[in-house]
Each structure stands twice: as structure tokens, then as C-alpha cells.
């Protein structure tokens, strides 16, 4: 006896309405996630150009509170 089970996917989408305060907390949130991150690609390209193995998280995420210490704006 063949038992075909099917598979349902559900999605839920949520609109917020941030206030004016909230929206620029936010954009700054995106902000600076998207500075950190191009910088640690930058740096994993540079690490797999030179050595052909890229960037562990561990090896990142040690860098971070430097980055912070430098970019004063990111804490």
C-alpha cells in the first residue's frame, strides 16, 4: 500500500507602518547590516584570491568588535 502525502507551503505577509522615528531606526539598521556585510565579503574575496579557502564565521565574527571599536557609528 503506497501512502503519497502532499506538501503544503504556507506564506504569511505582514505589513507594518513604522512612525517617522522607527522608519529611521530602521533604515539605519539596514544601513549599517549591508556596511558589515560588503565589508566581510570584501574580505573573504581577498582571503580566497590570495589563499583559495575563504573566511570562517568564527574568523568574522572575532573581527566584529574591532569593526565596531573603528566605526564608532555601528554600535
Known amino acids: ?4 502525502q502532499m506538501i503544503i507551503n504556507k506564506a504569511y505577509k505582514f505589513r507594518i507602518y513604522p512612525n517617522q ?3 529611521i531606526l530602521i533604515n539605519k539598521t539596514i544601513g549599517c547590516s549591508r556596511f558589515v556585510f560588503n565589508h566581510f565579503l570584501s574580505l573573504w574575496d581577498h582571503a580566497y584570491k590570495e589563499t583559495g579557502k575563504g573566511l570562517t564565521y568564527g574568523t568574522c565574527s ?3 568588535p ?10
Open 1 to 4: 500500500m503506497e501512502v503519497n
Open 62 to 64: 572575532a573581527k566584529l
Open 66 to 75: 574591532t569593526m565596531k571599536k573603528e566605526f564608532v557609528w555601528l554600535k
Open 21 to 23: 522615528a522607527q522608519a
